[in-house]
């Protein structure tokens, strides 16, 4: 997490060399005090009448990391900043974010409802949000700020500079993914597929039904938001070669790559050793040795510039409508 801080840090702070003369970007540092009741206490620099940006992701432990920003703020609040904005690259609890059985806690919802009310925060940016309607959840509304198109560059860089778009397909996991993106096929010139399967129960192995689309002999792209446990994707790629796909490319805007059952070492094994060629993720959430373990079967696109430059747009008032664009990087 210091890593990703001190990167945007670097990305902001040269996004506002035209400003410098109203915004000069410096580290906050704050202090964590454990008491022998478990209790925590945090402190924090002066930061009376500034501009504070406060940047969270999921890491664990999460519960006791989100404990620690409610303290964050409400230290962050003592102080008098002129404004606050939070942003996370990956919000811990956004995947609890509604009741779909009974007497079960919906923490993504009470989540926002906490910042809000409680700590009074009212901008908050949210990085490719595992649904959408997160953001409303937050009163205003949050930003949401789109990582899609890292993934869309990377495929128009990487992979068709030596495969022609019709040796190609972007295939989606489930109806979520295909509406979703459904911008991705048309922006990159390549043909979709689907693949339709049900989910009884929560669990996070789902059962894979069907394939649609024209995949044999074809190198096939999975675009999805997330990748946890591996357990779909791993059934899908299975899908895909046994329909006669050339080559099976996993991308996911956030690679969370954990599994309760599972250390990560022996995930990352599970991984490596499967019908997946590759997997591209962001690094919204931080990666730690799970890129060595990959042994070159994973690719990380950092989120730096793109949380730098979103950053700057909010600081300064512009709007950041131009980065949901499906084009070109921007800055």
């Excluded at 908050?124 to 949401?144: C, G, R």
């Excluded at 192995?205 to 446990?229: A, F, M, Q, Y």
Aim: aromatic share 4%.
């Amino acid at each position: 997490m210091e890593c990703m801080s001190a990167q945007v840090e670097t990305e902001l702070r040269n996004r506002l060399g035209d400003e410098s003369d109203r915004y000069c970007v410096e580290t906050c540092q704050h202090s964590v005090s454990t008491f022998s009741n478990q209790n925590i206490e945090v402190q924090v620099d002066n930061v009376r009448d500034h501009v504070v940006v406060v940047l969270h992701t999921q890491t664990p432990p999460v519960s006791d990391h989100i404990v620690e920003l409610l303290a964050l703020l409400d230290a962050i609040n003592n102080a008098h900043p002129r404004q606050t904005f939070v942003v996370f690259p990956y919000m811990p609890y956004s995947r609890s974010d509604r009741k779909n059985r009974p007497r079960i806690s919906v923490m993504g919802q009470r989540l926002p409802e906490i910042l809000n009310k409680v700590l009074n925060v009212r901008r908050v940016m949210l990085l490719e949000p595992h649904d959408p309607h997160i953001k409303q959840y937050f009163v205003p509304t949050a930003d949401e700020v789109p990582a899609l198109p890292l993934l869309v560059n990377y495929i128009r860089n990487e992979y068709l500079t030596t495969l022609k778009r019709e040796q190609c397909a972007i295939v989606f996991a489930d109806s979520s993914a295909a509406k979703r993106f459904e911008e991705v096929p048309s922006s990159l010139g390549i043909d979709p597929a689907y693949i339709y399967k049900s989910r009884l129960d929560n669990s996070e192995s789902p059962n894979v039904k069907v394939v649609t689309g024209k995949i044999r002999g074809k190198h096939c792209l999975i675009v999805d938001d997330e990748i946890l446990t591996g357990n779909t994707v791993l059934k899908d790629a299975a899908l895909l070669k046994q329909e006669g796909a050339a080559s099976v490319r996993m991308l996911a805007v956030h690679g969370a790559l954990c599994d309760q059952k599972l250390t990560a070492e022996e995930l990352m094994a599970k991984l490596m050793d499967s019908p997946v060629d590759e997997f591209v993720v962001t690094d919204s959430v931080p990666l730690g040795d799970k890129v060595a373990l990959a042994g070159g079967k994973l690719k990380v696109i950092p989120i730096a510039p793109l949380l730098g430059e979103a950053c700057k747009r909010l600081i300064l008032g512009e709007s950041l409508s131009e980065l949901h664009r499906l084009g070109p990087d921007i800055g």
